[in-house]
């Protein structure tokens, strides 16, 4: 199937007489004849559902259409974004590991990094996106555990080189881990570029309508565990709280990140995603590929129109020719890329706040991708935890508006910027 009609009809296919819809299991606990069938799901033994916190038929309906689009062996969902980044790491890095990572991520991840997960003993270095091989290259340690991207940053809109990365990565053995929100698997398919792990938070253009909160984790079932045992211990060794599983030989190189981090990290953290919130995000994606034409097709005309004003002092769109990641994006997504624009105003902050103000369609929201046209002011919002080093070395300068750019009439939008610009 095409991805078009994948959106639609992957991941449940329902039997005769059954809902035509994904059914909402709004249960926290399923029943059992006996103890002893029970017993066999605690020990992962068989298949099945027997507490939410864990596992839900619904979310895992979800899950698998959306394995399907990004081409992946397995998936699962969480509570959020940001849970989903933080499972995909901390699943193979432990107190004492190292993770490489691009610089230039979503200010709320990258605190993540730097700041929560160092506190847990994990040791982050930062590259930019544009780095040389060999400085890519000297950022690996011998207890380096993975590397982490963003396909399109938010909101720098760097767009990584995944070959690059994939390269460095796989010769240190290790994975490659790369969130997907910008373009969508609809516009772009990291694993077939050599990615390893991608993640999502479907909160954006996946639900694309500000119904629910939510995260995914696709695993694209190539990447060797066991090739590098010595490596991954929690993947390749036995473990003592499933009666001496070992995730990579019981599950095979296509299930054993899914099942490991649904058994531990979601047993333990609990950051699943609610049965309502998975149904909202279904819906979103059935239309999902309907909306990412319209948000290019809007953000192109949008992109245009801003590079020509004369209030506007920069622009950056990488379906623009000319700017910077043109070329690498259209080797990796030469049918677009997403409706996220970034600009800065001349006149500053000052400026740029000012013009915020002013728009009447646009809105002011710390959301991003979706259906309706709005704008965030990064350095004193989403990114305002970051120093002025670190803003710079994540592309966010002080004068940067994000503009998420919606399916309303492009025209409309537009003549919403050129009032709002104008003084």
């Not at 004369?310 to 990641?325: C, F, I, M, R, S």
Request: hydrophobic share 40%.
């Amino acid at each position: 199937m095409k991805q078009e009609t994948k959106c639609i009809q992957a991941g449940y296919e329902p039997k005769n007489g059954e809902s035509r819809m994904i059914p909402i299991i709004q249960s926290t606990t399923f029943k059992y004849d006996t103890s002893e069938d029970m017993g066999k799901l605690f020990d992962l033994e068989a298949s099945g559902y027997f507490y939410t916190r864990l596992q839900n038929p619904t979310n895992d309906l979800v899950a698998a259409k959306i394995c399907a689009l990004e081409g992946g062996t397995a998936a699962m969902l969480t509570s959020s974004g940001q849970a989903a980044n933080f499972f995909a790491v901390f699943n193979i890095a432990q107190n004492g590991d190292h993770v490489v990572a691009s610089s230039a991520i979503y200010g709320g991840t990258f605190n993540l990094f730097n700041v929560t997960m160092r506190k847990m003993g994990i040791d982050f270095s930062f590259v930019s996106p544009d780095c040389t091989e060999e400085e890519l290259e000297a950022a690996f340690k011998p207890n380096t555990k993975c590397v982490f991207g963003e396909s399109i940053a938010n909101p720098a809109l760097t767009v990584l080189d995944f070959e690059k990365f994939a390269k460095a990565a796989h010769s240190h053995g290790v994975p490659l881990i790369v969130d997907n929100t910008f373009p969508t698997p609809i516009n772009c398919r990291p694993i077939e570029f050599g990615v390893d792990i991608v993640t999502h938070s479907t909160t954006k253009y996946m639900d694309g309508h500000d119904t629910g909160v939510g995260g995914a984790i696709v695993d694209s079932g190539n990447f060797d565990w066991m090739a590098h045992a010595d490596k991954f211990p929690g993947l390749c060794t036995p473990d003592d709280s499933y009666h001496g599983i070992t995730y990579a030989e019981k599950f095979g190189q296509g299930g054993a990140f899914i099942t490991k981090c649904t058994a531990q990290l979601m047993r333990d953290f609990g950051s699943i995603q609610s049965p309502q919130n998975a149904f909202y995000l279904n819906l979103g994606l059935e239309s999902l590929a309907v909306r990412m034409d319209r948000h290019v097709a809007n953000a192109q005309k949008v992109a245009e129109f801003l590079q020509q004003n004369e209030n506007v002092a920069w622009v950056t769109y990488p379906g623009l020719p000319g700017d910077k990641y043109y070329e690498i994006a259209q080797k990796y997504m030469p049918n677009g890329t997403c409706g996220v624009i970034s600009f800065g105003v001349k006149g500053g902050r000052t400026a740029a706040e000012a013009f915020m103000k002013k728009l009447k369609i646009g809105m002011i929201a710390t959301h991003v991708a979706d259906a309706h046209t709005c704008v965030l002011h990064p350095a004193s919002s989403t990114h305002r935890q970051l120093t002025d080093e670190e803003l710079v070395a994540a592309g966010v300068g002080p004068d940067l508006i994000r503009l998420s750019v919606g399916i309303e009439n492009v025209d409309d939008i537009i003549e919403d910027l050129e009032q709002a610009l104008k003084g």
